[in-house]
């Protein structure tokens, strides 16, 4: 998945971009539809995955339950 979300999102603006944020899930799905208005593609079939991506690896502390060890959800994107 992050090499998907790498493809997608760093064409107008680097990693850093995406890295420094944290927000939470709701804000990321805002966030994937403003990208969205501004030009980037976002296949529906992905949408789900880049958010679990997005929310899990930078997401709000608050607003994210995971934690890094330990966590079985099952959503590791390999
Ligand atoms: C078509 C070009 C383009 C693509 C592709 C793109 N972005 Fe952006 N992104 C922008 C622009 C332009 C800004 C600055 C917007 C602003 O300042 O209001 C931005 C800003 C951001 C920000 C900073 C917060 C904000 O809203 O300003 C985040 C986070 C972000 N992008 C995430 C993503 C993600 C995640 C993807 C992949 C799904 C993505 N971007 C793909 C153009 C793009």
Not at 13 to 19: E, K, P, S, V
Not at 63 to 75: I, Q
Request: aromatic fraction near 6%.
């Amino acid at each position: 998945m992050q090499a998907k979300i790498k493809a997608a999102c760093t064409q107008c603006h680097n990693a850093g971009r995406i890295t420094e944020q944290q927000l939470t899930r709701q804000q990321w799905s805002a966030e994937l539809k403003k990208m969205e208005g501004l030009g980037a593609v976002i296949p529906d079939a992905n949408r789900a995955g880049f958010l679990n991506y997005l929310t899990q690896n930078f997401g709000s502390p608050k607003g994210t339950a995971s934690k890094p060890a330990g966590n079985k959800s099952g959503s590791a994107a390999k």
